[in-house]
């Protein structure tokens, strides 16, 4: 059974930064594209950034030049650098893999974490 977990969520005043932290565990041999989703209150679930297995990035709108996604395909991981943080950036935040291959099984589409609550305010 494979496992995304979400770190790094708070509480941060405007203009602040955080990092957001995703681990996949669960025997995982290979991941395709990792990401990054939020989803306001009263809103529906919309894209933040993307990463391919070669590094290439994709950025909503309102994130580009704010925030920063990155990963480790080592440790199945993917991280996302938050900077200069808005009201309107408070949501949850949700990890998402594509195409997780493992020892046992092979999960396809994506799959979710389940979420870390980041909370802009003064």
């Known amino acids: 059974q494979v496992q995304l977990v979400e770190s790094g969520g708070g509480l941060v005043q405007p203009g602040g930064s955080l990092t957001l932290s995703c681990t996949a565990s669960?025997?995982?041999?290979?991941?395709?594209?990792m990401g990054w989703y939020r989803q306001a209150p009263g809103k529906g679930r919309e894209l933040v950034a993307t990463i391919t297995t070669s590094g290439e990035m994709n950025y909503a709108d309102s994130v580009k030049g704010r925030f920063t996604i990155s990963r480790d395909n080592a440790k199945n991981a993917v991280y996302l650098q938050m900077n200069s943080l808005k009201p309107e950036d408070t949501a949850v935040y949700v990890c998402d893999a594509q195409d997780i291959v493992t020892t046992a099984n092979y999960y396809v589409g994506h799959n979710w974490g389940k979420g870390t609550l980041v909370t802009v305010s003064s």
């Open positions: 669960g025997s995982v041999i290979s991941i395709n594209t």
